[in-house]
């Protein structure tokens, strides 16, 4: 089946401006997750959803940041006033349940690349 | 808090050798532990995982790794590597109680003909 899909592959913005970065997860898969990916760096925790709402957004950096999965499945990751250090990759996973006592595999989308100039 | 580390940020290694790649964690809860693989402009895949039970874990493309409470550690490894295995590797942890996958740094494996 089709996997993890983030849009737009790549993004190009000038510093100041908004910008909204989409993930679908995989069909049926509860848990979604946005993790950033910093050149030469291994990927760091956004923010957690589960269903409909944020179970952990303790990793978004600032109030500039922010994300929204109003119906449980498509997500977007939305950033205000940008600026040059939010340049990275942002990754997009999903798994099939974020409840229980084990923990489920994170399928992982391609990314998008966002360059602040 | 729960943090990675992984020791060697590149391993050059000739095909056909073995690999060990090194990754330690540290945590004050009982954790789960994975190995992602990412490919050259692709998407980080899942080579493995530790839930529980048996320490030894087998994972895809003949890779393993073990987990050793003691040491704090989960070290992957392959007996002969091929160029294909080219690519970043990295370990990462996660807990019952923060669902939240915390990565290391991630190791450049290096794979000469």
């Known amino acids: 089946g089709a996997g993890v899909s983030q849009t737009p592959s790549n993004k190009v913005t000038e510093k100041g401006k908004y910008v909204e970065l989409r993930c679908d997860p995989i069909s049926g898969h509860t848990a979604l997750y946005w993790y950033r990916q910093s050149l030469g760096q291994g990927p760091e925790f956004l923010i957690y959803?589960?269903?409909?709402?944020?179970?952990?957004d303790s990793g978004l950096p600032n109030d500039r940041f922010f994300a929204v999965r109003p119906e449980g499945s498509v997500s977007t990751l939305k950033i205000q006033r940008t600026e040059r250090g939010d340049s990275a990759v942002y990754l997009c996973a999903s798994s099939s349940t974020g409840t229980g006592g084990k923990t489920d595999t994170q399928y992982f989308g391609p990314g998008t690349r966002l360059t602040v100039l | 808090a729960q943090s990675v580390t992984q020791l060697d940020s590149q391993v050059p290694v000739f095909e056909e050798a073995p690999v060990e790649l090194r990754c330690n964690y540290s945590?004050?809860?009982?954790?789960?532990l994975f190995w992602y693989v990412q490919y050259p402009n692709q998407g980080l895949q899942l080579l493995l995982k530790?839930?529980?039970?048996?320490?030894l874990v087998k994972g895809i493309n003949g890779f393993e790794a073990e987990f050793n409470k003691s040491q704090t550690s989960f070290h992957l490894r392959k007996p002969s590597v091929h160029i294909s295995d080219t690519a970043e590797y990295f370990c990462?942890?996660?807990?019952?109680?923060?669902?939240?996958?915390?990565f290391g740094s991630g190791t450049r494996l290096q794979v000469q003909p």
């Open positions: 959803f589960q269903g409909t709402g944020a179970a952990d």
């Open positions: 945590s004050s809860v009982s954790v789960y």
């Open positions: 990462a942890v996660s807990n019952t109680g923060r669902r939240a996958l915390t």
């Open positions: 530790y839930l529980s039970g048996s320490t």
